[in-house]
């Protein structure tokens, strides 16, 4: 049984998600606040996080940045706020997905459905296949890690799956729309911007000049391409 962690001030909201979810055979537990959400949190007993912005104590935004240190469990914001700045923002802090309020409880739970499912055969599927080596570049997919010159670096869930999918094709040319229908699914809210800014999240960690790129390259007009 899956069990699933709510970070959500709004009592009526956070009661909303919990019936449905637990109508559909979800364990859930609840917390109201940054503090009590980031202990939960850390626990490593959850396999998907539904994170509130507007949280007393710590907000959305460094809840998601400190949970996405030590897990790379999905994270789905569920948010009042629609300007593109928050969801980009939220996506670069590590958040694989957004829901906007007022919601569908039925889209909540598919979407909820949907991440676990592709977290799931992500892993089972990076697990059977044979790790990457490119330069001072190690990808260790059995254990989702990430080195570069012998130091690991920490990625999300998304980057890792993101990067591993590049470096698995070198020197192919892919473009925003393919990776993003690729990485997050059709069925994933959000646009091409996604990969855009999990691009340059992964440079920001694994290039020593991100102005002059040595892995993920961008092939103006057309998209990116891993450089083996």
């Known amino acids: 049984m899956s069990r699933i962690l709510i970070i959500e001030d709004e009592r009526s909201i956070a009661e909303l998600e919990r019936d449905y979810l637990e109508i559909e055979g979800f364990e859930v537990e609840m ?21 509130d912005l507007m949280l007393p104590h710590i907000n959305g935004f460094e809840l998601c940045k400190q949970i996405r240190k030590k897990t790379d469990i999905p994270i789905l914001i569920v948010t009042a706020k629609t300007e593109d700045i928050d969801k980009v923002r939220g996506l670069g802090l590590g958040a694989d997905d957004y ?7 039925s889209e909540l739970v598919a979407r909820v459905k949907a991440h676990l499912a592709r977290y799931e055969r992500l892993i ?17 997919k059995s254990s989702r890690q990430v080195f570069m010159n ?14 591993t999918f590049l470096a698995s094709h070198p020197n192919q040319v892919f473009s925003k729309e393919h990776l993003f ?6 069925d994933s809210m959000g646009d091409t911007a996604t990969v855009t800014v999990h691009v ?12 002059s790129p040595q892995y993920i390259e961008t092939v103006w007009g057309a998209g990116y391409r891993f450089k083996g």
């Open 31 to 51: 917390t109201s606040d940054g503090n009590t959400g980031l202990e939960a949190a850390l626990n490593h007993r959850h396999q998907l996080i539904l994170l």
């Open 99 to 105: 829901i906007v309020k007022p919601f569908s409880p």
């Open 124 to 140: 089972g599927r990076n697990a059977s296949t044979d790790d990457i080596q490119v330069r001072g570049l190690h990808l260790t």
């Open 150 to 163: 012998g130091k690991e670096v920490l990625l999300t869930a998304r980057e890792f799956d993101l990067l």
């Open 181 to 186: 229908e690729r990485i997050w699914g059709m």
């Open 200 to 211: 340059r999240k992964i440079r920001e960690k694994i290039e020593s000049n991100t102005a």
